[in-house]
């Protein structure tokens, strides 16, 4: 269910690779549109709604079932960064603090940082080291307090876990939660490497099975779901990488805090006291990435930890004690009403990627919204988080004309965003198909509506 499903296909498109639809370019655009669905075989199996307007003047040049609801997939990622650079401002940043509480325990005081890295928190140890901090009295904590449970969803998917694209999420989002597990075979043993370490093996219960091939059993606390990293057969050396969504970041977090710790020389004696906010000791703290650099993230590679933390960052823009779904939606959803003045029943926003089955958006909302952030202060920091496609036109010159965000999920295939003219006309699109078991004709469709638009 990755929000990417049809990479295949953005690769050759962004090459230049597809040809001309074949239709007469003298007809106008929406003729010429009209032509290659008819002349497709999906919509006869297809939910298909595309919606084309003029940019400047808002014209429709194509509309068809623009009203009707869709799962956007990662299209969603298109309104919810909207709502974050028009409520936070492009430059916006999140602290990240080290902090000694009631004079005892060291705390990790998480403040919702959607890409701080294990490079982060041993920089914190390292600025809590060179401003003399030696020891510890108590132990060592990790405080999400910012972020109310649950750490999933609602309508996520519950067999996509674990799969690094659905991480649980806490205001202490480390390498987006996801832990990396290497099993190396030298032809004799097996060996494990965790990226990053971790004092104690606290996450991972390890098993050595012999057989003809290697294997390392690898289960992730509290659950008992496994996987099995395999090396190569018994008498040659292999090794093998995963990817493991951390289902509790903030004991995780707080074992990897605890091993730099100890590689720093600091020492955590573990007699834990009682922890009022109050007497709270800074003794380190780092900045976030900008917001324009986190949408760059979130819509070029699709990033769904972002957008999950987004809307939790919107439930407490909009005065909510903790983050949490349901407030952050509400607070998504009153600002397309109020900004881009989205009508009621154009969409259901219930997270902040995509991932949920429960999303629902429609053509002429989401154009209507692209259209609106044209003039917004922020739109190029938005336009240009898109990825960008090239196409080939039937005059033979390859042009890199669409800046658009593309989301997939099964039986869901999406894309909205902008195409420049040559006539220097901007054009806002969208093209949603649902409900499909043969993906082919599906992607036939989109690759000749988006090279018509770009002609």
């Given at each position: 269910m ?11 498109f ?6 001309a ?11 010429r ?6 002349d ?8 298909l709604?595309v ?10 040049i ?12 990662s ?34 005081i ?5 890409m701080?890295?294990?490079?982060d ?6 600025q ?10 108590g ?5 999400s307090?910012?972020f109310?449970p649950?750490?999933?969803g ?7 876990d ?16 996801v832990?990396?597990a290497?099993a190396?075979?030298?032809g004799?043993s ?23 091939k290697?294997?390392?059993e690898?289960?992730?606390t ?9 090396g190569?057969t018994s008498?040659?050396?292999?090794e093998?990488?995963?990817?493991l ?11 990897v ?13 573990g007699e ?12 380190a ?17 699709s ?8 809307i ?22 009153n ?6 003045a989205?009508d ?9 990627s995509g ?9 002429r ?13 922020d ?7 898109f ?7 039937r005059?033979g ?6 800046h658009?965000?593309?989301g ?8 909205a965003?902008?195409?420049d003219?040559a ?5 806002v ?7 499909y ?19």
């Amino acid at each position: 269910m990755r929000c990417l499903k049809g990479a295949i296909f953005w690769v050759l498109f962004a090459m230049g690779v597809l040809g001309a639809a074949g239709v007469c370019p003298a007809q106008p655009l929406g003729e010429r549109i009209a032509k290659v669905i008819a002349d497709s075989p999906a919509p006869l199996r297809t939910r298909l709604a595309v919606y084309v307007v003029d940019a400047k003047t808002g014209e429709v040049i194509f509309d068809r079932d623009s009203g009707q609801l869709f799962t956007p997939a990662s299209v969603l990622k298109t309104y919810t960064s909207a709502c974050a650079l028009d409520t936070f401002g492009a430059d916006k940043r999140w602290k990240t603090k080290l902090a000694i509480r009631a004079r005892q325990d060291l705390v990790l005081i998480a403040g919702g940082d959607a890409m701080f890295t294990d490079a982060d928190l041993a920089a914190l140890v390292k600025q809590a080291k060179d401003h003399g901090l030696s020891s510890v009295k108590g132990t060592v904590r990790v405080d999400s307090a910012l972020f109310a449970p649950p750490l999933k969803g609602p309508g996520w998917m519950w067999d996509d876990d674990p799969d690094d694209y659905q991480m649980s999420v806490s205001a202490m989002m480390m390498n987006y939660n996801v832990l990396r597990a290497k099993a190396a075979w030298d032809g004799k043993s097996m060996s494990i490497t965790l990226t990053p370490a971790m004092k104690r093996p606290y996450v991972f219960l390890q098993k050595q099975e012999p057989g003809t091939k290697t294997a390392l059993e690898v289960t992730r606390t509290p659950f008992t779901d496994s996987f099995e990293v395999r090396g190569s057969t018994s008498a040659e050396a292999g090794e093998t990488t995963r990817a493991l969504t951390m289902h509790e970041p903030d004991l995780w977090v707080a074992e990897v805090l605890s091993a730099m710790l100890e590689d720093q020389g600091i020492v955590v004696g573990g007699e834990s006291g009682t922890s009022p906010h109050s007497d709270d000791k800074i003794v380190a703290e780092i900045e976030s990435k900008t917001l324009a650099e986190m949408v760059t993230r979130f819509n070029k590679v699709s990033e769904n930890a972002i957008g999950e933390m987004l809307i939790h960052h919107f439930a407490i823009a909009g005065g909510a004690t903790q983050g949490n779904w349901p407030d952050g939606a509400k607070f998504i959803t009153n600002w397309l009403r109020e900004k881009p003045a989205l009508d009621e029943g154009d969409f259901r926003i219930v997270d902040g990627s995509g991932l949920s089955r429960y999303d629902l958006v429609c053509a002429r909302g989401t154009v209507k919204l692209l259209r609106w952030m044209t003039t917004h202060r922020d739109f190029k920091v938005y336009k240009d988080s898109f990825p960008v496609y090239g196409a080939k036109l039937r005059d033979g010159r390859s042009v890199k004309t669409i800046h658009a965000k593309p989301g997939g999920m099964a039986a869901v295939n999406t894309i909205a965003g902008y195409v420049d003219r040559a006539d220097g006309s901007t054009l806002v699109f969208a093209v949603f198909q649902n409900g499909y078991v043969d993906e082919k004709p599906v992607i036939a469709l989109r690759k000749a509506i988006l090279q018509e638009l770009a002609q």
